[in-house]
């Protein structure tokens, strides 16, 4: 069994700054994959960053020159580092484990990332 907490959402205003912290435990070897997805009100979930135990890094379309994604493997622990924040990312922002390739995501109960003035 995997627990997956996140952390570190809030209230933001435009054009500001947040770092989300996402810690995983239980019954872990490996990672084979961490990743951050978000879902604001009535859209789909989305991708935002993902970071492979290669080292290898995937981002979504609106994370891209904003967004920076790391992981301390020792902590099994990921960061998102959100810079230059828009209305347009407030959201719910989930952070998921994978363990193998192709086996099921373990999800967090999310955490709420408002940006307004």
């Known amino acids: 069994q995997v627990q997956v907490v996140e952390s570190g959402g809030g209230l933001v205003q435009p054009g500001g700054s947040l770092r989300l912290s996402c810690a995983a435990s239980?019954?872990?070897?490996?990672?084979?994959?961490m990743g951050w997805y978000r879902q604001a009100p009535g859209a789909q979930r989305e991708l935002v960053a993902l970071?492979?135990?290669?080292?290898?890094?995937q981002f979504g379309d609106s994370a891209k020159g904003r967004f920076t994604i790391s992981r301390d493997n020792g902590k099994n622990t990921m960061y998102l580092e959100m810079n230059n924040l828009k209305p347009e990312d407030t959201a719910v922002y989930y952070c998921?484990?994978?363990?193998?390739?192709?086996?099921?995501?373990?999800w967090g109960q999310g955490t709420q990332v408002t940006v307004s003035s």
């Open positions: 239980g019954s872990i070897r490996s990672m084979y994959s």
């Open positions: 998921a484990v994978r363990l193998l390739n192709g086996s099921p995501r373990y």
């Open positions: 970071i492979f135990n290669s080292g290898s890094l």
